[in-house]
């Protein structure tokens, strides 16, 4: 048996076609002005290069880069600029910004946006949901498929070490340059791709390298609004061609408020917590050292839900600093006929964005009748059971722990430093084939 | 800088400062409505207990106080408090003024005698808001931040204690009755909360705040109140034309145009602002002294959480060519483009909650 939801993909490209047909492009190159080799020779795109923060908890540089006293860092003038630019080029489907939007009244906050635009003209799709990893497919759309007027720029580290701009960059395809293009459907303003390594046409799976950029560029955007997530495949990911999402919501979102609780300190000072009184049960890393260090606790993380087949999103929020990580299983329920018909006439798409309390409406009377209970509901569907989420955790935590430092450290570290200590090898073995998420074949 | 100095000043007259400095509490008082929301006075006991000099801490702002080892997740929560307008709720109380326990560790870099020891500050938070009769769309806005001291020093943040709870919600009753005597002596409305004053045209502090860290000439003018003024101008914009804020705040802005100003070019702005549509114009403006400029004037529809358009903004660049390496590295209709895209957020985002803005 094969899983598979129906759902409307979101058109993130005007270069999206309806499988079948043609869609029509009117500038350029071959005529096209795409992002192959006929175009791509000639195209000249802004690129920025980053400054690799190698000791973030030194000089306090992140830190003090994301007070929002400061005047706007270079990145975030970039992105909103651009932008600001295509949406006066007309290049959205729709003004993000005539969407209503409101905070749900009650303890978290719940932030609900009226979105009727963004899910029309679109037949539903089936979509695979029972595999996190599947292989990169050439004739399902990608993002070099999309146009150069939607690539706002390049993104890289920078060779020697400051941060550089290049209005003019020719695009160095050997290189393999990491594209910023624009979500033509946007569910807040500045929504952008971050597709890493764009020629290389990596499926939907996370690795340490390309988390690290994704890290740099909340980091280089050092506002504490502008936020990445990351959806894999079975957890509402619709392109299988690896990317990161990030827009602006100036306003904390519901689980960045939420309580958490410390389970450890792990290589590189980075701290693991676990989110309480929360309808998604996900883990929490922060800090460390270095981006490096918390980049290589999470992609571990990641790497080992991707290879046990559960589905995840992700959220990098705090500029950079801090990361949730969200194991659920929504599409399944929704494939396997256990999701009530209430939730799913909402046709509301838990991925990241959603999960963080973000919740983006496409009937006025869902957004009319939005209440803390509804979001709520909602929300503990998507969440792994406690006994699968200890379970899944386990699994998590035996693929960091192999890294878990010895308690040699510093004077951050107070004795007591494990709130309700979890001694790892009181968890039990990790047993394949266990996991009520994952129907098999 | 000289403005940090008159913050006070204005409102609460010289001789507040003395009595404020003679409060054994440790406090500070910012000012949100100067760019960058600075610290506009430091006690004395605050100062001695951070070994900073006053010239060091004024002017700048709380982040400095803060280290590798601070409390991400209190930070958040006093941005949080400072954009919605709110005291930070010290946990379970319900006195208005009590606040929420800020904690996070202090490094004492400036004592000799522990320059590696960690020492752990409570930061309570609360404001007062004050606001001017005689300008209606400005708002002035002081907070005071108090910092407790606690001498063991602990990594994770805890709860304030009855106690501290307590002795924070008197210092913040002797900071207010200082500021709120020195206030009537300038006959300037003091108040703790915010007065409702049901003015359409007075922005939250926090969009003031948000708006602060745009480096760039701009303006934001309301459509709904007669005559279109201008509720908010940049400092880069006082420096641009030479008026002070209190000349332009409320004011139209044709009183930029002048006798040669294209009257076609003027038309073409009316027309965009009608149809609610973005335009960019090459216009010729006035200075306050009468000297005139070219002003590369760009201008867009700024709508709020509801979808409606709430502000048009409009953001000046001087075109003189002068500047070859900006031209060269940063586009000016970018940069434009930029400060339209800052304000669109800021407005969309700090109108959602009901909490937050006008009511």
Known sequence: ???????????VSNYQKEEGSEAPRTVGGCGRNCLKACCIQDAKLPLYAFKKISKVGGKDLVVEKCQEELPLAFLDSLVLGEWEDRVQRGLFRYDVTSCETKVIPGEYGFIAQLNEGRHLKKRPTEFRVDKV???????????????????LFQFEASEDGEVQFHPNAPVDVENSPSFVAINVSPIEYGHVLLIPRIFECLPQRIDHESLLLALHMAAEAANPYFRLGYNSLGAFATINHLHFQAYYLAMPFPIEKAPTKKIATLNGGVKMSELLNYPVRGLVFEGGDT????????????????????????????????VFLLPQCYAEKQALGEVNAELLDTQVNPAAWEISGHMVLKRKKDFDEASEANA??????????????????????????????SDDSPQYLPKDDVVDSVDPSTYPAVVAGSQECVVLQ | MESINQSLDKFYSPHARQSLDELSE?????????????????SHAFLKMTGFTRDEVVGRTGAMFQGPATCRRKVMEIREAVREEREVPLHGSSRVCSSVAHEFVF???????????????????????????????????????????ELESEEEPREASGDERRSAATAMDNIFSVLTHYSELTGKLVCRKRCSIPDVGLLSSSLIISLGR???????????????????????????????????????????GGRDTDASTLHLIKESIKTEQPCTVRILNY?????????????????DASGKVAYFVGVQIEDDYKNEDFRRCWRPDMKQLSVVGVVKVAVRSLSMSAGSSKT
Request: hydrophobic fraction near 40%; charge should be negative; proline fraction near 4%.
């Open chain 1, 1 to 11: 048996m094969m899983l598979k939801i129906k759902r409307v993909p979101t058109v």
């Open chain 1, 133 to 151: 990893l599947q292989p990169f497919d050439e004739n399902k759309f990608n993002f070099t498929k999309v146009g150069q007027e939607e690539v």
């Open chain 1, 291 to 322: 981006l490096e260090d918390l980049s290589k606790v999470v992609s571990d993380a990641c790497i080992s839900l991707q290879n046990n087949n559960i589905p995840h999103n992700v959220l990098i929020s705090d500029c950079g600093t801090q």
């Open chain 1, 376 to 405: 709520w509901r909602l929300l503990a569907e998507v969440s792994l059971s406690e006994e699968r989420f200890q379970e899944v955790k386990a699994l998590i935590f035996e693929a960091i722990a192999l890294t878990k430092e």
């Open chain 2, 26 to 42: 440790h406090f500070t008082i910012t000012d949100p409505s100067i760019s960058g929301h600075p610290i506009v006075f430091a």
């Open chain 2, 107 to 149: 490094r004492c870099c400036r004592k000799e005698v522990c320059s590696e020891s960690l020492a752990e500050l409570t930061r309570v938070s609360s404001a007062n808001q004050v606001l001017e009769h005689d300008v209606s769309v400005k708002l002035s806005t002081t907070l005071a931040e108090l910092h407790l001291l």
């Open chain 2, 214 to 256: 745009i480096k760039q000439s701009f303006v934001l003018t309301n459509p709904h109140l007669p005559d279109m003024p201008i509720v908010y101008a940049s400092d880069t914009f006082m420096k641009l034309t030479g008026y002070a804020r209190d000349e332009v705040l409320g004011h139209n802005c044709r009183f930029l």
């Open chain 2, 287 to 303: 200075r306050k002294d009468k000297s005139s400029f070219w002003n590369l004037l760009h201008i867009s529809p700024v709508r």
